[in-house]
């Protein structure tokens, strides 16, 4: 599968924006989708994920209550609502995909697919 991240831009602390990322081919529904985020200087890590049916969802403590995963296997799609958006939350955003499901631990390694990112500033 290949995917396209979009959605990102510049925001002022306090707003939002949302991130798409659309899938091509026909086995999306197989897998799980995971959003990560690299600020300049920092390694990569784990924002949030969501199951292949889109039931069980989980977020890096950091951004709980203000972002929402979401995906529609119908469009091959998934996205990233981000809301109360801080400076902390700039960043270069990736989605990826895995057959498998982490629950609450996953990592980049464990990634089998990845979109090019899509660049996030927020200003204070």
């Known amino acids: 599968v290949q995917l396209q991240a979009s959605g990102g831009g510049v925001v002022q602390a306090g707003g939002s924006l949302r991130l798409s990322c659309a899938a091509s081919?026909?086995?999306?529904?197989?897998?799980?989708v995971g959003w990560f985020r690299q600020a300049p200087g920092k390694e990569r890590e784990f924002v949030a994920g969501?199951?292949?049916?889109?039931?069980?969802?989980n977020y890096a403590d950091s951004v709980k209550g203000r972002f929402t995963i979401s995906r529609d296997n119908a469009k091959n799609t998934a996205w990233l609502q981000m809301n109360s958006l801080n400076p902390e939350d700039t960043a270069v955003y990736y989605c990826?995909?895995?057959?498998?499901?982490?629950?609450?631990?996953?990592?980049?390694?464990?990634?089998?697919?990845w979109g090019k990112g899509t660049l996030v500033t927020v200003s204070s």
């Open positions: 081919g026909r086995t999306f529904s197989t897998y799980s």
């Open positions: 990826a995909t895995t057959l498998m499901w982490y629950g609450s631990t996953w990592a980049p390694k464990g990634m089998a697919n």
């Open positions: 969501i199951s292949k049916s889109g039931v069980t969802r």
